[in-house]
């Protein structure tokens, strides 16, 4: 059974299950790297037949193999794809940024350029479930920043990638796929092999160990973000239906053990119904095993004065989901500062966001919220500044710029301005 706590009873520190431990994938991490990095595609093939059990004739998926996977996909489900993607697409076009060139001031231009990166390498998992959301929420953005090579790589099944992901690779415009998983895919974006290009950025969810690899490679490559356990947090009225929330709950239980579901409620009664209806929806779960031991060791119900304190809460421990399932969500929606992505009113349960409304999955978790965003087309670009002044323009600010110079001790740039106007 779910916990039902009093929120003055409750360990703030603890309302989620956070944080993860390296100690142990740390150092297995750390030996896979340095393997590829010195034995580049021998070690990606040795790994393949460790951890798959077979090395592919190939590591890359060849064209054929393309177009027989997406053509063994329904045709409904790419139809849904196509849909998907063309939300996904209609949201992230709003945030691309344009560069910018000021020439106020007479003999001075100043500006900024945003240019995208080159390469970058997206991480599908392929492990207890495979995600073609992943690689469209991943994708599509770098597509609109503007990227001019898209590297995915993924674990195989059988010596074969899942033709769903295939095809969301296809929709999304995928450039490479590689037939590589885990650490060791992680190593071969980062430096390089033979056969798999160095990328500039590694973005995508995994597991420990590629949560790990992508920890340790910072600083050779940029990456997204380090991705903990999945998280959501529910604030729920009296009114709200408890199968809705039960529901919800478990949408993100299912993901793994060590997810964290959470109910703030004002409503004693809707407490404790809830926790019924968990019970009764767990039992039906193919996932259930999993779902199980989330809840009933990451989950909560939390019973509170009234919402404003929920919303306190939230704030407080910055959930990657939040859900207001309250009448006139829009009320509080100023009052919401740390969350990743907030769905607002009975009628949008967080599976939309996972999917199909168009906004990113890929979402701040371990409370990093509080300083960070989703993925977004920002994360594909980069920028550069530039100045331009003219003598006249330069003679005007050297002696500012000189003075400025010598307060910080640095009589060499202070000379740099001032040699010009020497004779």
């Given at each position: ?9 409750v ?14 994938v ?17 070690a990606l ?15 890359e998926?060849t064209?054929?193999e ?39 001031n ?25 995600y073609p959301?992943s ?6 953005p ?66 420990a ?45 299912e993901h793994?053990?060590m997810?964290?579901?959470v109910?703030?409620?004002d ?19 193919p996932?259930?095993e ?24 939230a ?7 939040l859900e ?16 990743g992505?907030v769905?607002?009113?009975?009628n ?8 199909f409304a ?16 989703p ?5 594909f670009v ?32 202070s ?9």
């Open positions: 059974m779910i916990k039902i706590l009093n929120y003055n009873d360990n703030k520190e603890t309302i989620f299950c956070r944080g993860t431990d390296s100690s142990e740390g150092p297995l991490v750390s030996e896979i790297l340095k393997n590829v990095k010195e034995k580049k595609d021998s093939l040795s790994y393949c037949m460790q951890f798959d059990g077979a090395a592919p004739k190939s590591l998926v064209d054929t393309i177009r027989q996977g997406f053509a063994s996909v329904d045709q409904r489900f790419i139809d849904i794809l196509k849909k998907a993607a063309e939300n996904i697409t209609a949201f992230h076009r709003h945030q691309i940024r344009s560069s910018f060139m000021l020439n106020e007479d003999g001075i231009i100043i500006g900024q350029k945003i240019v995208p990166l080159d390469k970058v390498g997206v991480y599908v998992p392929g492990g207890t479930a495979s959301s690689v469209l929420m991943n994708c599509i770098a597509k609109l920043a503007g990227v001019n090579e898209i590297i995915m790589v993924t674990p195989v099944k059988n010596g074969t990638v899942s033709p769903v992901i295939i095809a969301a690779a296809k929709i999304a415009g995928v450039d490479r796929i590689f037939k590589v998983g885990g650490a060791q895919a992680v190593a071969a974006l980062s430096y390089g092999t033979e056969t798999i290009p160095k990328v500039d950025k590694i973005v995508g969810p995994g597991n160990f590629v949560a790990e690899a992508k920890k340790q490679v910072f600083g050779t490559v940029d990456i997204d973000m380090i991705a903990g356990p999945s998280e959501i947090l529910v604030i729920a009225d009296k009114t709200c239906n408890p199968k809705y929330v039960a529901a919800d709950m478990l949408s993100q239980a793994d053990k997810a964290s579901a109910l703030v409620t409503s004693k009664e809707l407490a404790s119904a809830v926790s019924i209806e968990l019970e009764n929806q767990l039992s039906l779960l996932r259930k999993i779902a199980r031991y989330s809840i009933e060791n990451n989950g909560k119900i939390i019973v509170t004065d009234n919402i404003r304190t929920a919303l306190k809460i704030n407080d421990i910055a959930p990657e989901h207001l399932c309250v009448d006139n969500p829009f009320d509080y929606l100023d009052s919401i500062r740390n969350a992505s769905f607002l009113g009975k949008c349960p967080e599976a939309l966001g996972d999917y168009g906004p990113n999955h890929t979402l701040p978790t371990n409370g990093t919220a509080k300083f960070s965003s993925l977004s087309v920002d994360d980069k920028k550069y500044q530039y100045t331009y002044y003219t003598e006249a323009a330069l003679s005007k600010a050297a002696e500012d710029i000189a003075y400025f110079a010598e307060k910080e001790g640095l009589s060499a740039h000379k740099s301005v001032t040699v010009r106007f020497e004779g």
